[in-house]
């Protein structure tokens, strides 16, 4: 199996979550998840020293990098000369995207640090209207956590999220040991593809309010978790309400905010 011998070139950092990927094949395995379409440009978050970027920048896209590390920016800026100008030394987290896209479509793929990936998620979510495909390398159980379905102690509120806008797709496992350093778990790989109608038929804020409500409590029906909501004595005797929020998906989720959106919530 090929492997990639400069990983001594930079050092990984724990406050920053950084584990290298060592396995050559792995991770052209993840830059081909991207099917390239519908967008000319893709974001990598974390680059660290290039192992998954070499394999983006050999397709028919503009490859782009954000990092914050200012060691790994130093390393991608002496060995990929065809990033020049594309990368970008921020926080993923904390910067205006559109300073780089101007609201054009990109796609977003990397090995992400585990301690902030489900931030990720949620930032591009807030950005899905250019964003139709996703891909990447996240701790096993967060992975299968965003693609799971209903009734299921795994199902919840990153799943429905995620799922109101993509199709969620688990690719396949990765072994910690091809990492330096070895992380504790498992990584899965997943590819979010968005759905061409993903306009939801319910207020997005309130949607979003009543998922995260709900789990909160999920061990809890929706009556009692969603008390906070102050809904009517009468919506509360609909029977939905005596579910509890494992139990429904995404389309009946939006079924319930449309129930609680009538009752002038």
Not at 137 to 154: D, L, S, W
């Amino acid at each position: 199996m090929p492997r990639n011998d400069n990983m001594e070139k930079v050092t990984a950092k724990k406050h920053l979550g950084q584990h290298f990927l060592k396995d050559e094949s792995i991770a052209k395995d993840i830059a081909d998840t991207l099917n390239l379409e519908g967008y000319d440009d893709v974001l990598e978050i974390g680059p660290g020293m290039g192992v998954l970027t070499k394999y983006l920048l050999d397709k028919p896209v503009n490859t782009y990098v954000i990092e914050i590390d200012t060691e790994s920016v130093t390393y991608l800026d002496q060995n990929y000369p065809k990033l020049k100008d594309r990368i970008i030394s921020k926080d993923f987290l904390r910067y205006d995207i559109n300073e780089t896209f101007e609201g054009k479509q990109f796609a977003i793929i990397g090995n992400f640090p585990y301690n902030i990936s489900t931030q990720i998620v949620f930032r591009t979510l807030e950005y899905r209207d250019q964003i139709p495909e996703f891909a990447g390398m996240f701790q096993k159980e967060v992975a299968q956590r965003i693609c799971e379905k209903k009734g299921t102690k795994a199902y919840g509120i990153l799943s429905v999220l995620v799922q109101a806008f993509y199709d969620a797709e688990y690719l396949f496992t990765v072994d910690e040991n091809v990492f330096i350093p070895p992380p504790k778990v498992k990584s899965g790989v997943l590819r979010l593809r968005r759905k061409k109608d993903y306009s939801l038929p319910c207020g997005e804020k309130l949607f979003f309010t009543v998922v995260k409500t709900a789990f909160q409590q999920r061990r809890k029906t929706l009556r009692n978790s969603l008390k906070t909501l102050n809904l009517s004595d009468s919506l509360r005797e609909d029977e939905i309400f005596n579910l509890r929020p494992e139990q429904l998906n995404v389309e009946e989720f939006i079924a319930l905010t449309q129930k609680i959106e009538a009752d002038g919530v």
